[in-house]
Structures are given as structure tokens and as C-alpha cells.
């Protein structure tokens, strides 16, 4: 099946640990992203790639990181930077300024 | 700079009801998209319309129409004869370009049997 993966859906972390949330879609989408929700509010954009070894920041990079090594894959990696990362994680792929089509999402919880 | 209101935050209805979801819009481009996604409870978008600046129509597909006036910045969404399956969180969302889209922060929709 055609679609965008993410993994874990569940995430716990120590405080001043790096975690890795998973990314994965085989759309054939060029443009991939990472948005964070907090309860009650919309998505606020981390980070965004258009194409391969190239990603620019979002409203909200600070404390996060990601690669894009491969056109399937876009991780991103909560650094122990990230102050309050407790969150509802989505990734989303496109074509090239099109509509994005979003993952189910990880939920990361700092303890 | 790009901005979407979504001034209601909770809507409550009986099932059967009609309810409209508000979106209002703030753009300098021409060219721009809108779009809806539904929220339900398991927490992946899913995506309901994309209306480009150049297409006021307005739209239906089965229970659900779209109402676009660019006169009044709003892109306002209708549910007819609601059923328990509508409740979600849903969101209005603004592109301008690549990478640049921007949510409301979205209105919860609970339609009670």
C-alpha cells in the first residue's frame, strides 16, 4: 500500500536524551515535513525538505534536527535543546507545491 | 504575512443538524491555496479539499460543501445532516508556496447521537 509511515506512535524520554522519530513514505512525494502540535492548537512547521540533502527550518527548528539522505526517508531527532518537547509529532509529503498528505503521527512524552 | 482564524473552537450538535465551520484567511499574495483536513480521533490528518485563489466556485462532495468568497477572506466549510462519524478536530489551512502552510488552530466538532 501507497502511503507515509512514522514510528514509534508512542515515545518516551528521559530529559537530556535525543530521540529519532521515523519518517518513511513511498508516494514518490519529492517535498517532505515535520510539523509539532500542542493540545488545542494547530501545526506549527519544524522543518521542511524539497529534495534530497536539501531542508530548510520551519517556525520552529530550534532544539530539533533532520537529514535527508533519501528521497523515502525524513527523520527528525528531538534534541535534548528542545525545552518542553512533549508533543504530537506529524510528518507529510508532497509533490512540489501541492496538497501534503500526513502520517499517523508519534507521540513523544518527556518524563 | 499569512494568518488563519479559526474563531470557533468547539462546536456542539445533535445528529441530523447542518453546521458550518468558519475559516477566515489573511494573505498578499494572488496566488494562494486553501485547504481542510479532518483530525479524528486517532490523530492523522486527513485531507478534505485544496481550492486555489483563481477558483471562487463553490464546491459539494456527498455531505460536505466548501464556500469560498474571496471578498470576505473566508473558506467556510458546511456539514449536512451530521452524523456521530463527523466529530473530529478539524483544520483550515493557507499555502502561498512551497513549504510555507499555515493552520487554524482548528475547531472540535462533536456531533451527539
Known amino acids: 500500500d501507497g502511503g507515509i509511515t512514522q514510528s514509534p506512535k508512542y515515545l518516551f524520554r528521559k530529559e537530556g536524551q535525543n530521540v529519532t522519530l521515523s519518517c518513511e513514505q513511498n508516494l514518490n512525494h519529492d517535498a517532505m515535513y515535520w510539523y509539532r502540535q500542542d493540545p488545542g492548537q494547530g501545526l506549527r512547521l519544524i522543518y521542511y525538505?524539497?529534495?534530497?540533502?536539501?531542508?530548510q527550518k520551519g517556525d520552529i527548528a530550534e532544539g530539533y534536527s533532520v537529514s535527508r539522505e533519501k528521497k523515502e526517508s525524513f527523520p527528525l531527532t528531538v534534541t535534548s535543546a528542545q525545552k518542553n518537547p512533549t508533543a504530537f509529532y506529524l510528518c507529510?509529503?508532497?509533490?512540489?507545491?501541492?496538497?501534503?498528505?500526513f502520517g499517523p503521527g508519534t507521540r513523544l512524552t518527556v518524563l | 504575512a499569512q494568518k488563519v482564524t479559526q474563531a470557533q473552537t468547539e462546536i456542539s450538535v445533535v445528529e441530523k443538524e447542518d453546521v458550518t465551520l468558519d475559516c477566515v484567511y489573511e494573505t498578499r499574495d494572488t496566488t494562494y491555496y486553501l485547504f481542510w483536513y479532518k483530525q479524528p480521533p486517532s490523530g492523522e490528518l486527513v485531507f478534505l479539499i485544496r481550492?486555489?485563489?483563481?477558483?471562487?466556485q463553490n464546491e459539494i462532495s456527498g455531505r460536505y460543501s466548501w464556500n469560498f468568497q474571496k471578498s470576505t477572506s473566508s473558506f467556510n466549510f458546511t456539514i449536512t445532516a451530521s452524523q456521530v462519524v463527523d466529530s473530529a478536530v478539524y483544520f483550515c489551512?493557507?499555502?502561498?508556496?512551497?513549504?510555507?502552510?499555515?493552520f487554524g488552530a482548528g475547531t472540535r466538532l462533536t456531533v451527539k447521537p
Open positions: 489551512a493557507l499555502s502561498e508556496g512551497l513549504g510555507d502552510m499555515r
Open positions: 525538505s524539497q529534495i534530497v540533502n536539501d531542508f
Open positions: 507529510a509529503s508532497s509533490p512540489i507545491s501541492d496538497t501534503q498528505y
Open positions: 481550492r486555489n485563489s483563481f477558483d471562487e
